[in-house]
């Protein structure tokens, strides 16, 4: 095998002492097919690392074979809306006309199902573009209760996720985010008016939502990022295919290896 990194000799003249063929002689690299298989290998090291930046991750691929420069990566990394230590909060929007509650969960020992629901919101990427996709899970469980996708951030589909969630059961606590959506007089009439507690994170602290945070890597490391799509029609059957298989197929180490559906419904 022709040593390519000794000093000292060419790899012309390793080729000549070895009676090798120059022109069988090259550097082996691997070559993405397209930006997807590429944006895998990033979120995958993403996931491994949270607090690698664009420049180490460039670092890690190029160690790995990829012939790809620091401005690729950068490009992807912010189409994904992901950056060192956390995804970048570009769906929460403040409203500083909107009263602020406290986050309620510090310290809390969670032990039973409808105690604590968690909610938020999250991009997800077609060939058209981005949508956002809200979804409400118990933090016991881990159950999806409701989730819907819209093209735009109108606190409207958080309403009708809402709605939808509260006609299954209710909880002693909501913790959100501190969204313009969740901060709206219409959000709060409708958590308090189900006699539920309103409870919310620090600014800028996504751990206090970490539960959610979860379900976000899973759905896209497990799912949308193996696919493309080319409508927002075949998203939606696609998510929801997905949350379906979530709730009643897929095993959690946590819950005993049980589901979901298991764990919140008592079966």
Avoid at 70 to 78: A, E, G, T, V, Y
Avoid at 138 to 151: E, G
Avoid at 159 to 175: E, G, K, Q
Wanted: with cysteine; glycine share 6%; proline share 3%.
């Amino acid at each position: 095998m022709v040593d390519t990194q000794r000093k000292g000799l060419s790899i012309r003249k390793q080729c000549s002492l070895l009676s090798v063929n120059r022109s069988n002689v090259y550097y082996k690299t691997i070559l993405p097919r397209n930006d997807t298989e590429l944006a895998n290998e990033i979120h995958e090291l993403w996931l491994e690392m949270p607090y690698y930046g664009y420049r180490r991750i460039t670092a890690e691929l190029q160690r790995r074979g990829y012939q790809v420069n620091h401005k690729r990566i950068l490009r992807l990394m912010r189409t994904m809306k992901l950056k060192a230590l956390y995804p970048i909060p570009k769906t929460t929007i403040a409203s500083p006309d909107h009263k602020i509650y406290p986050y309620l969960l510090k310290d809390v020992c969670i032990v039973s199902p409808n105690q604590v629901w968690s909610t938020d919101i999250t991009y997800l990427k077609t060939s058209g573009g981005f949508v956002y996709l809200v979804a409400i899970i118990d933090v016991y469980s881990r159950f999806v209760l409701s989730w819907r996708i819209s093209n735009t951030l109108e606190k409207s589909f958080c309403l009708d996720m809402l709605a939808c969630s509260l006609t299954r059961n209710r909880p002693i606590i909501i913790n959100t985010d501190q969204g313009c959506q969740f901060t709206s007089l219409a959000w709060i009439n409708m958590v308090e008016g189900a006699g539920v507690r309103v409870s919310m994170d620090g600014r800028g602290r996504w751990v206090d939502n970490v539960f959610i945070e979860r379900f976000w890597r899973t759905i896209k490391y497990e799912h949308v990022l193996l696919y493309s799509f080319d409508t927002v029609g075949q998203l939606k059957q696609s998510v929801g295919d997905f949350i379906e298989t979530y709730n009643t197929r897929r095993l959690h180490q946590s819950l005993g290896y049980k589901t979901p559906a298991e764990v919140y419904l008592g079966s």
